[in-house]
């Protein structure tokens, strides 16, 4: 299982971390951020394909903000696909 982690730009949370394992996504924590609904967001991508999950929350925004939370988990998805041999983005 390899273990990922991004440093999100213009969001609350300061630190997204996931794993992927068998192509699949699991144990994705934010750091900061609102809790509950980051945490949510966390049990509803356990074991969710990667790209499909970075094409659906690309794009969504936050209270007037150029991104969101699940935006910057999209691009860090996005950076993992990318350099799928890269283990930190």
């Not at 939370?69 to 696909?81: E, P």
């Amino acid at each position: 299982m390899a273990i990922y982690s991004y440093a999100p730009q213009g969001t609350c949370s300061k630190h997204i971390s996931f794993e992927l394992k068998d192509g699949k996504l699991h144990n994705v924590k934010f750091e900061g951020g609102c809790p509950g609904n980051l945490a949510a967001i966390g049990k509803l991508l356990e074991g969710a394909d990667p790209q499909k999950t970075a094409d659906l929350l690309r794009g969504n925004l936050c209270r007037g903000k150029q991104t969101s939370c699940a935006d910057q988990l999209a691009h860090a998805l996005d950076d993992v696909l990318s350099k799928s041999d890269s283990k930190t983005v």
